[in-house]
């Protein structure tokens, strides 16, 4: 994979491959940085930093991948090829390339999506245990196949139902949902219908529906597709403070 520096960006080649022309190129952002405030209530269901039990660092040795390409002689197709990098938490990361270099693919395997891949993947220093892994990370897809017949609190609470069960009390679920949804700022749209929400709306709801067990680690597979200009710079305002948070974020 290859990633052209643009003059807006400083480019950290903080994931690299053993061939240049192969080079996944990531911007990084400090948690110090970052701007936009973070609330600070002491409530058990409360959307706060400090409800993060825990913070992941991820770190990657030789990834490669490859598919099959043919049935007669079973040609392979690399599509990573020693990917080597570190995400780290508190940081915004984004991998850049261009279309078809693999992006999709590399967070299809770091988030455990794909498993037969060759290569070492660990967190914080050890061997990765997938399962685990994948109930303390989130994945949100470009395509997030809202349930269009739901409103925004039906989803929200639906998800937590799902994601907390009975780990936490009714009351508490209410409290975190209620959180999250007014600092996602959809507030105001409670109890439209997802079908109905706008482009910028839906990429909101999408990332609350992953936050309600608040995941250390998250994973965004191109955020600002099919967004204006206007709402792309919110939606990664957004995921900065999600950093700022101390989660590690990677799009």
């Not at 058990?44 to 400090?50: H, K, L």
């Not at 949804?181 to 109890?191: D, E, F, H, P």
């Not at 936050?211 to 204006?228: A, I, Q, S, Y």
Request: glycine share 8%.
């Amino acid at each position: 994979m290859s990633g052209t520096p643009k003059d807006s960006m400083e480019m950290v080649p903080s994931c690299s491959s053993s061939s240049s022309k192969e080079q996944v190129y990531t911007t990084q952002t400090s948690r110090h940085s970052l701007d936009g405030e973070v609330s600070s209530g002491s409530t058990a269901g409360s959307f706060t930093v400090t409800n993060l039990t825990r913070t992941l660092d991820m770190q990657f040795e030789n990834l490669s991948y490859a598919v099959k390409t043919g049935i007669i002689k079973k040609e392979q197709k690399t599509i990573l090829k020693s990917v080597s990098g570190e995400f780290k938490a508190g940081e915004l990361t984004a991998i850049m390339g261009p279309s078809g270099a693999g992006k999709s693919t590399l967070l299809d395997v770091l988030s455990g999506y794909i498993e037969n891949f060759n290569g070492k993947l660990s967190v914080n220093g050890l061997p990765i245990d997938n399962k685990a892994f994948r109930r303390q990370s989130a994945y949100i897809m470009q395509d997030s196949n809202l349930q269009p017949l739901l409103t925004v609190k039906e989803a929200m609470h639906f998800s937590s139902s799902l994601k907390i069960g009975d780990e936490m009390s009714k009351e508490n679920k209410r409290i975190r949902v209620e959180g999250i949804i007014k600092a996602i700022g959809l507030q105001n749209a409670t109890k439209t219908l997802t079908g109905q929400l706008s482009g910028g709306q839906l990429k909101r709801l999408a990332i609350a529906l992953e936050l309600v067990n608040n995941p250390p680690v998250m994973f965004f597979d191109e955020p600002t597709t099919g967004l204006d200009s206007s709402m792309s710079f919110q939606c990664i305002s957004l995921l900065k403070q999600l950093s700022h948070q101390g989660r590690t974020i990677i799009w």
